[in-house]
């Protein structure tokens, strides 16, 4: 069984759209905060488009009404949880100091010597 990802299924489409919600734009739906645009994809404060409602959940990926900027880091956290949950949640990972930006994976590999 094949898995298509369908916010690029009309590419053209989901181009169009990102770049105008990051011309739209300049603060963060779910935490508040100013999104830095010019830093590179990957980063936790990079910029993402999230859906209002998910893909996952029957949401349009090309409908701007449906789409507003997002931190990577924001929108990793509210997955397809709705808004109100992720503005909780981070919240609660602000209140505590606590960040999931660094998980063991991210981390260099050590080995204990030459292989």
């Known amino acids: 069984m094949v898995r298509r990802n369908n ?3 009309n590419g053209w489409r989901r181009d169009q759209v ?3 919600v990051k011309a739209a734009y300049d ?3 779910l935490c508040g905060r100013p999104v830095d645009k010019s830093l590179p994809a990957g980063l936790p404060g ?3 488009v999230d ?3 998910p893909v996952s ?3 349009s990926a090309t409908d701007f009404s ?3 900027l997002a931190h990577r880091w924001c929108n990793r956290i509210r997955s397809n949880h709705t808004v109100d949950w992720a503005r909780e949640r981070i919240r609660q990972l602000q209140r505590t100091g606590r960040s999931e930006d660094i998980r063991a994976t991210s981390l ?3 080995t204990s010597g030459d292989w």
Do not use: D, F, M
């Open 7 to 9: 916010r690029r299924t």
């Open 18 to 20: 990102t770049a105008r």
């Open 27 to 29: 603060t963060c739906h």
């Open 46 to 48: 990079s910029p993402e």
């Open 51 to 53: 859906e209002l409602v």
């Open 57 to 59: 959940r029957g949401g």
């Open 66 to 68: 449906n789409c507003c």
């Open 108 to 110: 260099p590999l050590e």
